[in-house]
Structure formats: structure tokens, C-alpha cells
């Protein structure tokens, strides 16, 4: 009989069920990565078949010269900031980054970095898993150089067919480039925001220090970060940050690269926070004429300079830059107009007087936030300079060319020429003045007679050979003035006196010392050419002329005189223009002032940038106020702690003594005598080919009186005459009777006269008188009396007719002897030499 099995119970129906199902389950379960790879493969060979033909291949250029920010220094080499474009990248070695930085970045990014081809298969089937479980492409499963690829040749675009590529350049990479080499720039090329790219410029950024010096947690929060800088970032949310700081310190105690402990101790390690500003505004003004200068050098774009890297060592004194700066900032040193209340704009320039570099610069007062490409008032705006260019187009080409000295007279007096009319501020007039007096008063009227003398355009070539621009309507006298129809710039104006600062070498400005491209390699380095375009004795004697604006108490810029040191300026004011619009109003429209020795040229400029009736300086605003206020908180700050140097005086220049008194009272260039009173000696400087020869005729001592004779008047007295040698000196008669005394009877000053005649009405007949003469100087006293002459010979005569008693005569004479002294100032005896008589008998 035949066995049969026995019919299932409900029970027994459902357990099988069940394990059917799970069978099933089971199986469905182990199919699906076979299905997935199945799938992938078909995807990829899809993909493969499709689109391999348009990959990219791999370009080593485009990964070796990636974006990266260029350095600016100051003049000492020391860094002032850096520039970058949308990247903020620089480059640094993997020597410069810490290994327990390299450690967190590999622990928290791609643990088997050091072994993989260039692609994870562990990760890319564990990312595979999690994107079939979200049913969509959510997880890369990117290496370390898989990301490298992807930053560098790639887009962000998360499609299978990017992925495929980007395992398949990987492994190309890996090919070329060694661990180390693609971990270095793996470090240099990853974003932490902000625009931030690479570990060095991240550092520097939230911690404002060099990836070099950041601890184990400073690390582990630059690694934490890049997951996602809009979360991770601790200028964004600390608190985000510091735990994932954490979590990536604890993957590095996992894997191996700290202990516990050390792990323990850099999870409580506290991270001092930097946010800096956008540091690219940070002197803005100097800044932007570096790059425009930069451009020009290397012929590039200006923003190829933010992408590519390059070291640019500036000539810009940061401390004297920010002290300028200040100075911007603080409205009382900049007027303000009548009517609105609003402050006057400026522009300032300093100049290293020998190499032409530009120490400081500041093309504006910034009200705001400072930002790029500003108006550029110190190199792009041209004013009117005003009586600032006199040196410049009138008296320096009249000293180095047509022999013009600082004592050469012109006559300041009212002046027209071709309908043109100047005058001088105030409407006063001097008469003679000298050339120093012109140039240190700011006189007007002797300029435009000397630039018309030498000719305008003898004083225009002369002052365009310094950089000086002119307008072909440039042509007549009032350029001597400024008048000048676009104007200067302050910076062309600092490069001009520049010239004579430096002993007449000429040499263009500048703002960049030299250039290095991203390996150090020196591309560019400045090399000043220097050109003698006026005489170094002209320049001296200009220059020191200019000291006399300072030092002289009617001196424009005297307010400089306090600094207590050696400095040559000018100033320069230009009034409001004579306009209907201007009419009625009291007021100036720019004031200028230059200001240098041998070491530094500095010009400042102060006015509105659009002068009208609201907008103007008051009348006080003049050179030699504000501006040259601040020129002595500059130059105050420039010699604080040392001595300003001073003008050598070259060999071909003499300093000679001249006679004070022939200068200022006949106006003659006269040297001085040993005689010459101390204070009335005047050193002034001459070119040796063109120093004064002739002596003074006033101190010295007096000549004798020249041919003494004695005559008789009509009415029978003695009439004694000379010719008097000198037109200054007091000449005295003296007579004496037979005793031998001598007195002077009569006194006068020559002037101008000729022949001198004098009759002795109290000569009494019969009497027999003995006369000479003498020449004493009015102002010379030597020991307490008047430097005199050698008397004249005396002459004897007896006078006809029947002589008085005795005692008449000795009353007489008595008399006389009184009457002289009442009538002169002076007595002296003098005993006269026997040999020195001539008897004369007068019949």
C-alpha cells in the first residue's frame, strides 16, 4: 500500500509560507548589488560608448597653475596684504603644512588615501548602496584625488557621467603625480568660503596666521570646515563648527594619528578667532596705483594680477602711509567752505627725493569705507598750481641759463605787457627786490617780469624736461602765476621738485621696487635712470633760495619754521576765478604746497573737486596755512627721532660775504669788507662764474681828501676846498694857530656833490692860521672813535692887514673855538706833524 504523506494543517501551511518568503526576500536581497552592478556596468559601458569621446583629458597646465593670490609689500619687504580674484588661494608646499594637519584632512576625507589607485571600490560601493537607496545620485564617494579632479578639470554637476569621469582622470592623475604631490595641492586647492581657498589662506583667515603655526584643533577645524562651509564655517556658527572640530579629532584618534589623550587635550584647546576685513582696501589709493603700475609692467590685465600669484615689493612706508591717513581723517586740518559747511577734499604725495619712489600717497579724504578705483585726486586730478610753479617755469631756468642770481634785482612796481596786467596778492608793491626777496614773499609781478625777460618758451621747455605738462594754450605770461589751462597733478609736481631736490637729476616716479612671479623668479626690477637736466650749482642755489620761504619771517611757509629743521618750500594759492558767478564772494579755489629736502619731496593739495558759489575755501586757505599745516605734522613726523639732512653745497658754488647795507639801500651786490659790521654782512651763495667781484665801497676806511688848496675870497678871507674821495664820508677842517693846537672848525658830508669849498669867515687879518683836512667814517668806530683818514697836508697862510693885539686874537680864537663846538658834534685835537706843513703868505 502506498504511503502517503500526510495533508498540512493550517499551521503547517502558514510556516511554509513563511519560509518561502523569506527565501525569497532572501534572494531578492542578494540580487539587488548584482542587479545594481549589473546596471552600473550597463550604465557605464552606455556612458562609456557615448560620451568617452568628448572627455576632456587629463591637463596637467590647468592643474599646476590654478588661481592664486598675489602679495603686495611695503619698502622694507614686509607684507601689506594680498589681492585675489573670486579665489582667495595661496600656495604653499606640503613641507609648510603640519603633518597633524595633513593627518586630519586624510582621516576625515580619504582613509585609505595612501592606498587606493586614485578611486576607493570600498566607497564607491558603499556610496552606490546609499544612492539606490535614495533613488538618486546623493553620494560621490570621492577620493582625495578624485576631489582634486573634480576641482580642478570638473564640474559640480552630480551626474553618473561626471563620476565616471572623474575616476577615470583620478587614475590618470595617480599615473602622473606622486601621493605627496597630489595631497599638496589637494590642500591648495579645497574651499572653506568666504571665497577662501587652500589651507594657507583658510589659516589666515579665521586665525589670522599661517598655516605653519596652527595647533592640532585649529587643524581639525580647518579639515571640519570643508564638509560644508556654509555650516562648518566658525564665523558662521561656532557651535556647528567646534562640533565638528570634534568629530574630526576623534577620526584621528580612530585611525591612529593621536592617542586618546592627545585627542582629549585638543578637543579643550581653546581657538581664538580672527576675522579680518577684506584687506585688498587696506591703503587703497597707493594700492590701485600699484596695480595700474603692475598692468603697465607686464602688459597684462589688472585682474590677471589677482589670479597669478606674483610678489609685488612696493615703495610704500606703511607707518608714514597710515600716519597721512590719520591725518584724512581729522576734518580740522581741512577748511571748510563759507557756505555749506563742507569740508574740502586734498590729495597728498611723498617722494623719495633720490629714486623717485613713492613713500605715500593719498588721492582723497574717505568719508566712508575706502574702496577700489576711488578717484584718484594725487594722479589723476589737475589743478591750477598757483605761485607753486614759479621755481619750476620761471626762476630756476632764469638761475641755470641766463644769469640770474639770488641777489639779481627786479623792480616790483606796476607792470602791462601785451594787455596783460599782474598783480600781487594784496595789491602792495616793494620796489627793488631781489630775486630771494621775490621767490620767499611769493611776489607776483617780478615773476612775470623775469619769465618775460628769459622768454616763455625758454621757461615752458625748461619746465616740461622736469615733467611739468602744458596745454598748447599754454603761451602767454600767466603761466608764471599757474595760470596754466588743465594744470598739474600732484604727483607730476612732486616728481618736478624731486629734480631739484636731488642736485637737478631728473628720474621718472614709481610705486613698485620689483616683481617676482609665483616661484620667486624676479620678472621686473626697478632701475631708476637718471638724467642731469639742470646744473647742480643752479639746483643748489634754487633749493636754498627756497629756504627762505621757511625761514625768513615773511616767508609764505615761515609756519614750518618751528619744525627747527632744514627744509626748501613753496606755496601757491589760486583765487576764485573773476567770474560773474564768483562775484562779490571773498574766497580762494586751491591751495598747494611743496615741501622737500634731499631726502623726501612731498606736495599737498587742498579745494573741491567742482569749485562754485556753495562750494569754496574760505579766504584763509592759502598755502602757507593748511596745507602747510599738515606738511609740518608730515615732516614733524618724518625726523621725530633723527636729524634731517641738509643741501650740499657743490664745489663750483661759493658762499660769499656781501655788503648788507650797498644791498639793501643802493641795491647793489657788493662783497663786504674786514670792516664790515657782523650785522651787516649777508652770506649769499653764487655760482663761481658768476659771484661778484667788485668790493664795497662804504666799509672801508676813508681816503684823504683829495686836492686840498686854500685861496682867498673876495672879502680877503681864507677859502679852503678838496674833492672828496667818497660820497659817504664826514669830512672835518681843522685849524690851528702858532701854539700848534688844532680843532675842527667846520664838518660835512660829501653826498653826491663834487668840489668841496668852505670859507673861514673868523680868520682875522694879520693872523697866521694853519688848515687840513680829514675823512672820518660815520659808522666804523674802532676803540671807541671813528675810523679816520690820513690828514691832508696842512697848509699855513697869514691873512693881510694889521694884526690884533694879543689878547684880541687869543679872545678871538677863544671865540671861534667855542662857536665850533657849539656847531659841531664831534671836538678832537689833533697835534699836526711838522713835516705834513706848507707855509703859504698870502699877500
Not at 548589488?33 to 546596471?39: E, R
Not at 574717505?366 to 578705483?373: G, L
Not at 634731499?598 to 592759502?622: C, H, M, Q, R
Not at 662857536?819 to 678832537?828: A, F, I, L, T, V
Amino acid at each position: 500500500m502506498e504511503r502517503r504523506d500526510p495533508l498540512p494543517t493550517r499551521q503547517g501551511k502558514r510556516i511554509n509560507n513563511n519560509l518561502n518568503k523569506r527565501k525569497k526576500i532572501t534572494r531578492i536581497i542578494l540580487a539587488i548589488p548584482l542587479i545594481g552592478i549589473a546596471i552600473l556596468l550597463t550604465i557605464t559601458a552606455y556612458i562609456l560608448g557615448t560620451t568617452v569621446s568628448t572627455w576632456k583629458e587629463l591637463d596637467i597646465d590647468k592643474l599646476e597653475n590654478i588661481q592664486q593670490s598675489s602679495f603686495i609689500y611695503d619698502f622694507k619687504d614686509e607684507k601689506v596684504i594680498n589681492i585675489h580674484g573670486v579665489e582667495n588661494r595661496i600656495k604653499v608646499p606640503l613641507s609648510d603644512i603640519p603633518k597633524h594637519v595633513q593627518d586630519a584632512f586624510i582621516a576625515t576625507e580619504d582613509i585609505r588615501f595612501y592606498k587606493h589607485p586614485g578611486f576607493d571600490i570600498k566607497r564607491l560601493a558603499s556610496s552606490l548602496w546609499q544612492n539606490i537607496k535614495a533613488r538618486a545620485y546623493v553620494q560621490g564617494g570621492g577620493t582625495i584625488t578624485q576631489q582634486v579632479v573634480r576641482n580642478a578639470f570638473l564640474s559640480q554637476k552630480k551626474v553618473m557621467s561626471r563620476k565616471i569621469q572623474e575616476i577615470y582622470l583620478a587614475y590618470q592623475l595617480e599615473k602622473k603625480y606622486t601621493k605627496e604631490q597630489i595631497l599638496e595641492t589637494y590642500l591648495n586647492l579645497i574651499y572653506f568660503g568666504k571665497g577662501t581657498y587652500g589651507v594657507e589662506a583658510a589659516s589666515n583667515r579665521y586665525f589670522g596666521k599661517s598655516i605653519k603655526e596652527v595647533s592640532v584643533a585649529e587643524g581639525a577645524m580647518l579639515a571640519g570646515i570643508i564638509k560644508n562651509p556654509g555650516r562648518y564655517s566658525p564665523l558662521i556658527d561656532m557651535e556647528s563648527s567646534m562640533k565638528r572640530k570634534d568629530l574630526v579629532i576623534d577620526l584621528m584618534v580612530k585611525n591612529g594619528y593621536l592617542s586618546q589623550e592627545e585627542g582629549e587635550k585638543a578637543k579643550k584647546e581653546s581657538i581664538e578667532l580672527v576675522e579680518t576685513p577684506p584687506d585688498n582696501l587696506v591703503h587703497s589709493f597707493f594700492i590701485d596705483m600699484v596695480l595700474e603700475e603692475a598692468s603697465n609692467i607686464l602688459n597684462v590685465k589688472e585682474e590677471t594680477l589677482f589670479t597669478n600669484g606674483y610678489k609685488i615689493y612696493t615703495t610704500l612706508d606703511k607707518d608714514l602711509q597710515e600716519f597721512c591717513e590719520n591725518i584724512f581723517h581729522n576734518t580740522d586740518f581741512f577748511p571748510k567752505s563759507p557756505v555749506t559747511g563742507e569740508s574740502c577734499q586734498g590729495a597728498l604725495v611723498v617722494l623719495n627725493s633720490k629714486t623717485g619712489e613713492v613713500r605715500a600717497l593719498l588721492g582723497g579724504r574717505e568719508d566712508d569705507k575706502p574702496i577700489r578705483k576711488a578717484f584718484n585726486r594725487a594722479t589723476q586730478s589737475r589743478r591750477q598750481p598757483g605761485s607753486v610753479i614759479k621755481p619750476l617755469v620761471v626762476y630756476a631756468p632764469a638761475i641755470e641759463s641766463f644769469g640770474y642770481n639770488p641777489t639779481t634785482f627786479v623792480e616790483d612796481a606796476p607792470f602791462t605787457i601785451d594787455n596783460y596786467s599782474p598783480s600781487n596778492y594784496g595789491g602792495k608793491f616793494r620796489g627793488w627786490v631781489t630775486l630771494r626777496e621775490a621767490v620767499a614773499a611769493s611776489i607776483n609781478i617780478p615773476a612775470v617780469k623775469v619769465l618775460h625777460d628769459i622768454g616763455i618758451d625758454n621757461g615752458v621747455s625748461f619746465a616740461k624736461k622736469l615733467g611739468i605738462p602744458f596745454a598748447d594754450e599754454d603761451n602767454s605770461l600767466s603761466i608764471a602765476l599757474g595760470g596754466f589751462h588743465y594744470g598739474i597733478s600732484p604727483i607730476e609736481l612732486a616728481r618736478a621738485y624731486a629734480v631739484l631736490a636731488d642736485g637737478g637729476k631728473y628720474k621718472d616716479y614709481t610705486s613698485i621696487r620689483r616683481i617676482e612671479d609665483p616661484n620667486g623668479v624676479i620678472i621686473y626690477e626697478f632701475n631708476p635712470q637718471k638724467a642731469q637736466y639742470i646744473s647742480e650749482e643752479s639746483a643748489f642755489i634754487m633749493n636754498n633760495i627756497l629756504k627762505s620761504t621757511v625761514e625768513w619771517e615773511g616767508g609764505t611757509a615761515k609756519r614750518l619754521k618751528s619744525l627747527g629743521i632744514p627744509l626748501a618750500a613753496k606755496t601757491g594759492t589760486v583765487q576764485l576765478p573773476n567770474t560773474k558767478e564768483f562775484k562779490g564772494i571773498s574766497g580762494t579755489k586751491d591751495a598747494w604746497i611743496a615741501v622737500y629736502n634731499p631726502e623726501y619731496v612731498l606736495t599737498i593739495w587742498l579745494g573741491f573737486d567742482e569749485t562754485n558759489s556753495k562750494n569754496y575755501l574760505p579766504s584763509n586757505a592759502v598755502g602757507g596755512s593748511y596745507p602747510a599745516e599738515i606738511a609740518k605734522e608730515v615732516m614733524g613726523y618724518l625726523y621725530a627721532n633723527r636729524p634731517s639732512p641738509d643741501f650740499e653745497k657743490p664745489v663750483n658754488v661759493l658762499e660769499v660775504e656781501l655788503d648788507g647795507k650797498a644791498l639793501n639801500e643802493r641795491h647793489l651786490t657788493l662783497l663786504a669788507s674786514p670792516l664790515t659790521p657782523k650785522d651787516q654782512v649777508v652770506l649769499e651763495y653764487f655760482k663761481r662764474n658768476n659771484a661778484p667781484r667788485q668790493k664795497t665801497d662804504y666799509w672801508v676806511i676813508p681816503d684823504t681828501p683829495k686836492d686840498f688848496e686854500i685861496s682867498l675870497s673876495e672879502d680877503g678871507l681864507p677859502t679852503i676846498s678838496f674833492v672828496p674821495p667818497q660820497y659817504f664820508a664826514v669830512y672835518s677842517i681843522y685849524k690851528s694857530t702858532d701854539n700848534g693846537q688844532a680843532i675842527p672848525i667846520h664838518h660835512t658830508q660829501a653826498g653826491n656833490q663834487g668840489k668841496i669849498q668852505w670859507t673861514d669867515a673868523l680868520a682875522y687879518p694879520g693872523g697866521t692860521y694853519s688848515y687840513f683836512a680829514v675823512a672820518s667814517h660815520p659808522e666804523i668806530i674802532i676803540d671807541g672813535e671813528p675810523v679816520q683818514s690820513s690828514p691832508t697836508p696842512t697848509i699855513t697862510v697869514t691873512i693881510p692887514g694889521k694884526p690884533q693885539t694879543t689878547s684880541e686874537n687869543e679872545d678871538s680864537f677863544s671865540q671861534e673855538s667855542q662857536s665850533q663846538q657849539d656847531d659841531n658834534q664831534e671836538h678832537q685835537e689833533k697835534q699836526v706833524d711838522d713835516d705834513n706843513k706848507i707855509s703859504i703868505q698870502i699877500p
